[in-house]
C-alpha cells in the first residue's frame, strides 16, 4: 500500500479529482489489511467505444479477489487507454474490516 506506486500510473483525470491528503488518507486505511497473503485472480473487462469527434475510447474495469493478514479484500479498478499505455482512473477497496468499529 505504497501511494507513489498508484501516482505512477494514475490518470489525468485521477489526479485531477484526487488531492494528495485524500490519497494519502486511502492509502493510511488501506494499510490496516496488512500485507497481501494469497491473490485470489482477478475478473473483468475491456470496451472499446468510438464517436464521432472523440474519437476512439479505451475503458477496462476489474475485480480481483486478495487475502491479506488482517482479512479479505476486494479491489475494483477502473482504468483507461492514453497514448497506448493503461493508466488507473480509479479504484475502489472494499473489506468486511473497514465496516469494523472500534470500541475502547
Known amino acids: 500500500w505504497v501511494p507513489d506506486q498508484l501516482l ?3 490518470s489525468p483525470s485521477f489526479l485531477k ?3 494528495d491528503a485524500q490519497l494519502v488518507s486511502l492509502f493510511v486505511a488501506f494499510r ?3 500485507p497481501l497473503k494469497t491473490y485470489k ?3 473483468g473487462e475491456a470496451t472499446i ?3 464521432p469527434g472523440s474519437g476512439k475510447n ?3 474495469t476489474y475485480l480481483a479477489k486478495a487475502a491479506f493478514k ?3 479484500a476486494e479491489i475494483k479498478v477502473f482504468l483507461v487507454q492514453l497514448d497506448g499505455k493503461w493508466k488507473i482512473q480509479g479504484f475502489r477497496v472494499d473489506s468486511p474490516l473497514f465496516n469494523q ?3 475502547s
Open 70 to 72: 488482517n482479512g479479505d
Open 101 to 103: 468499529i472500534k470500541v
Open 32 to 34: 490496516r489489511l496488512g
Open 49 to 51: 467505444t468510438e464517436t
Open 17 to 19: 479529482a484526487t488531492s
Open 41 to 43: 485472480g482477478c475478473t
Open 8 to 10: 505512477k500510473r494514475e
Open 58 to 60: 479505451v475503458t477496462a
